[in-house]
């Protein structure tokens, strides 16, 4: 079965992602939630994980774990961005407010992706 556009936009969000969890897990530790231990440490498995599932939901075989996989992951990373939208609020910077707050509503439509690629 062919990936649907929701699932590519994922796969490739996650590739992108993951990579950048990889490369430059710096970008990722000041939205970390104070309450989350080790935070390179799970930035790293973060991104991995990222890898991962953006691998898996292009082989038919592994998409329907992957997709449930993807909603999981998606799930918990959202305090991170919840994290981000607050901090935010910190700042005089509009652009960066509305980038942090609008990450928020976008996680639903990704979500939504992974569900359906899980149920495919």
Not at 48 to 63: C, F, K, Q, Y
Request: aromatic share 6%.
């Amino acid at each position: 079965m062919a990936l649907t556009s929701g699932t590519r936009i994922l796969t490739v969000a996650f590739a992108v992602s993951g990579t950048i969890h990889l490369v430059r897990p710096k970008t990722f530790e000041f939205i970390m939630p104070a309450w989350v231990p080790a935070h390179r440490e799970v930035i790293i498995a973060s991104g991995v994980a990222e890898l991962a599932l953006a691998a898996g939901l292009n082989v038919p075989a592994t998409r329907r774990a992957a997709g449930w996989g993807s909603a999981l992951l998606l799930a918990a990373v959202y305090p991170a961005n919840v994290q981000m939208a607050t901090d935010s609020l910190r700042t005089s910077s509009t652009p960066y407010k509305a980038a942090a707050f609008g990450r928020l509503p976008l996680q639903i439509p990704l979500i939504r992706s992974a569900l359906r690629a899980a149920r495919a």
